[in-house]
């Protein structure tokens, strides 16, 4: 008995070093010969586990060429340059590898999988038939059946058939660079591999898991080759979007996708580009008429399943293909593309929005919506926003170091480092503009107003809903808000040099594509090299904007006093007759009302706290937005609807209601002292003046507010000693000067004064400046460093913010003097 550990393994595999003996012509053995038997099977699968070390390595004792391995051959063979050390075990292990990679044996292995496909169909039914059939009759097994069934070892027909599946699929995923690359270098196999994803797969069937591994396998064998071999497919798109119910594989093309970074292209973005994957998955999303049959149960569940796997699909592309600061895992992120940048697209805008939300049927006499496409449209929308939030696109080269530390990029800063076409030049890698999905949008915003108008059709024993319809479209309305707040979509000089690049990046595509149809006539591969070094931007005529650099309404500082406030009408003509997309949206907003639609769903509906926290954002948003851009005209709209009078009123019914938006009327009411707090209202408009000096807003705020933020800022646990008042609420202490409460008159300022007990809050950060030279930056950076009890020094914001009507040119210093008769300013008392 030998005891030494590098012992040939195939000893211990005595059936198949006898089969090995055996064996005279590589052509005569067949697949059968190798996987019926479960022993020999077995045996082999394991031998390959044991050698495949040993001939993957470099610099191993045994290293093979493949001599006459030709994608038309019927055969290979193998050479070896072994030591005479353990002649006999190479040899073997090369006669296993050897038979293994002949054409006919891996294209047999391949049909075994191939009839998997119908067999496990076949068995799927089989079992369904079987467990409707024991539910019916409702027989439980004996225990003489159950014992049978213990007893009974025998392999079946069903087991062995599995097991042979299994044999197949481990010999075409083992880890051997020598079988995966004989799959991947012979044409005729790989198609015959890549036939069996256009097969009748399911979700559920066995076949899949196993295809998925030999494919992962080959990609991490031989990407290149493989990406090759995709790239050809001229159906690729249509091969998998046709399985787009098949999870594994579907996520099996997102991997192929992921491989086509910017430092590292492969070309499958374009591949698939070309293939017209974007319209073809929005396609999927458009609604049938037999989606809309019945009103308490889906008719077509199968309908409903692809449009939410196409959904699920778009939004991963769109998380993967973020800008880099806003990636969720940085490694497999492929940052931003030309397929994101069809899906914004203004074709594609506008089938998402007249072809599938705004869809609307006539069923016995009442309207219905299509509230699954509405949902699947509005999550995309939401995922695109917000991995397209150029704000946070840091990455602006040289430019960069302007930014100061910022946590957010500027518009001085972006428009630099868009206009350098030398550090930045234009391509298919460009961060992704929003500005016309937000336009599109913004133009059918009465169209969305009209679905919120329609009445839900209420399930049984339901009579007022809110409605899937409602929620979906103001949580849409809710996220545009933001998209309009964006720096990129508040600047018409950026929009200006967006345009610029967009023409020059599609004549660099068209010159270079005409480069490489002009290239398959060239004799000489130099001559192919010379016609591609012949396209540059010198050669590529655009309509240049001559007005980019002219001095316009955007570096005009507005004038505003108590008694030209901001809000007038002179101002709002002013910004409609030409407003930058960002204003437009708000313009938008209140020509529609939704505004008005937002609020009363909030109190009508009591109890549905998501939608509650929908319009709280909304309202936060506005209270917090750009103050010198159109959002002010928000501000005043909401108080036009008369917010104060209606949390007054909401707040003060009886405490038996108890309504669930309670809470959020908190939250809203907060907002709302903060902006009064923070800004002189009756520079924006008198009539914020007439609601937050009523009696009724201060006794709310003495009363209700001041006690709620007491008892919310209270320790938890604290003694019984506390004094409560009849209500069952703590009495909150006012006199304690180390206690600042948000809005209580008596100790304003030092809630604006005292930077060590209060987070300091900086109107810059509230209201973005928008000129970006480093003198003013510093300034403002030392403002808050030198307030004093003065009335004139209080912590104050400059109306300058990135919006259309104003924004500083590249050159442009704005003095500190110019500025100082603009501002809105934190004041102790607002009658003063």
Not at 757 to 779: F, N, R, W, Y
Request: overall charge negative.
């Amino acid at each position: 008995m030998s005891f030494w550990p590098f012992t040939n393994s195939l000893n211990s595999n005595n059936a198949l070093s006898k089969y090995l003996d055996s064996i005279q012509d590589l052509q005569s053995v067949s697949v059968s010969d190798l996987i019926s038997d479960p022993t020999l099977s077995q045996e082999l699968v394991n031998e390959l586990h044991n050698v495949k070390n040993n001939y993957n390595q470099k610099n191993g004792t045994t290293s093979f060429t493949f001599s006459n391995i030709q994608n038309d051959t019927d055969s290979a063979s193998l050479s070896s340059n072994n030591e005479p050390v353990n002649n006999t075990k190479d040899s073997k292990g090369t006669k296993l590898i050897e038979l293994l990679i002949q054409p006919h044996i891996l294209n047999g292995l391949i049909e075994v999988l191939e009839n998997s496909v119908d067999y496990f169909k076949e068995q799927a039914i089989k079992e369904e038939e079987e467990l409707r059939r024991m539910i019916e009759e409702d027989e439980p097994s004996t225990d003489i059946q159950e014992e049978e069934e213990i007893e009974d070892k025998k392999e079946s027909f069903d087991d062995k058939i599995k097991r042979q599946v299994q044999a197949a699929a481990d010999i075409l995923s083992i880890d051997l660079w020598i079988i995966s690359n004989r799959i991947i270098e012979t044409e005729t196999i790989m198609s015959k591999l890549w036939q069996l994803i256009k097969l009748d797969l399911t979700e559920n069937s066995p076949t899949v898991s196993y295809l998925v591994h030999i494919l992962d396998q080959l990609m991490d064998t031989n990407s290149i080759e493989l990406l090759n071999f995709i790239r050809r497919q001229h159906d690729l798109v249509d091969t998998f979007l046709d399985k787009i119910e098949v999870p594994m594989l579907m996520d099996y093309f997102f991997r192929i996708i992921q491989t086509d970074k910017p430092d590292s292209p492969t070309g499958i973005i374009e591949t698939i580009s070309s293939q017209n994957i974007i319209i073809k998955l929005i396609n999927i999303l458009k609604p049938q008429q037999n989606q809309f049959e019945h009103e308490n149960y889906i008719p077509n569940h199968q309908l409903f399943f692809k449009q939410t796997a196409a959904t699920d699909f778009l939004k991963a592309l769109v998380t993967i293909s973020s800008n880099t600061a806003l990636a969720v895992v940085l490694e497999t992120n492929i940052g931003p593309n030309q397929l994101t940048r069809e899906l914004v697209s203004p074709e594609i805008i506008n089938i998402i929005i007249n072809e599938i939300m705004l869809v609307k049927v006539n069923i016995n006499g009442k309207v219905q919506t299509n509230k699954h496409g509405i949902n699947n449209c509005v999550s995309v929308i939401i995922e695109l926003i917000r991995k397209n939030n150029s704000d946070y696109d840091l990455n602006c080269g040289t430019y960069s170091s302007m930014l100061n530390n910022d946590q957010e990029v500027n518009s001085f800063v972006m428009y630099k480092y868009l206009k350098d076409f030398e550090q930045n030049p234009p391509g298919p890698r460009d961060p992704i503009y929003l500005g016309d999905m937000l336009k599109i949008f913004s133009e059918n915003l009465p169209k969305f107003q009209e679905l919120l108008e329609i009445e839900p059709i209420p399930p049984p024993n339901a009579s007022n809903i809110l409605g899937f319809t409602r929620f979906k479209v103001s949580e849409l309305i809710a996220e545009l808000l933001h998209c309009s707040n964006m720096i990129l979509l508040n600047s018409r000089k950026i929009k200006k040099i967006i345009n610029v690049r967009d023409q020059v990046r599609f004549q660099k595509e068209k010159q270079l594509c005409k480069a490489l149809n002009e290239a398959i006539t060239f004799p000489d591969i130099n001559e192919v090299t010379s016609g591609l070094d012949d396209v540059s931007l010198d050669d590529i005529h655009f309509k240049q904007p001559s007005n980019i650099e002219e001095d316009d309404s955007e570096d005009e500082e507005p004038s505003i006093s108590t008694d030209n406030p901001f809000v007038c009408k002179e101002r709002d003509d002013a910004i409609r007759s030409d407003p930058c997309v960002g204003d437009y949206f708000k313009i938008k907003l209140i020509d529609t009302t939704i505004l008005k639609y937002l609020l009363s769903f909030f109190f009508q509906f009591q109890f549905n706290n998501f939608y509650h926290n929908v319009v709280f954002d909304i309202i936060q948003q506005i209270f917090n937005g750009k103050l010198n851009s159109y959002n002010s005209f928000l501000i005043v709209e909401l108080f036009k609807l008369k917010l104060t009078t209606l949390i007054v009123d909401n707040y003060e019914q009886e405490p038996i209601s108890q309504a669930g938006y309670r809470g959020h009327l908190i939250l809203i009411s907060e907002e709302v002292v903060k902006f009064t707090s923070l800004y002189k209202p009756d520079l924006i408009s008198g009539i914020i003046l007439q609601y937050i000096n009523g009696k009724d807003w201060s006794n709310f705020i003495e009363n209700y507010l001041l006690k709620t933020r007491e008892i919310y800022n209270a320790i938890l646990g604290s003694s019984n000693d506390d004094e409560f008042d009849e209500n069952g609420e703590q009495e909150p202490d006012t006199e304690q000067p180390q206690k600042i409460i948000l809005g209580d008159s008596s100790n304003h300022d030092q809630f604006i004064n005292d930077n060590q007990q209060v987070a300091e809050i900086q109107v810059k950060d509230m209201s973005p400046s928008g000129d970006l030279t480093k003198h003013q930056l510093d300034d403002e950076d030392d403002i808050t460093d030198d307030v004093d009890d003065s009335p004139n020094n209080y912590l104050s914001g400059s109306l300058s913010g990135s919006s259309s009507d104003e924004e500083d040119d590249d050159d442009d210093v704005v003095d500190e003097e110019e500025c100082n008769g603009n501002e809105l300013r934190r004041v102790p008392m607002h009658n003063e």
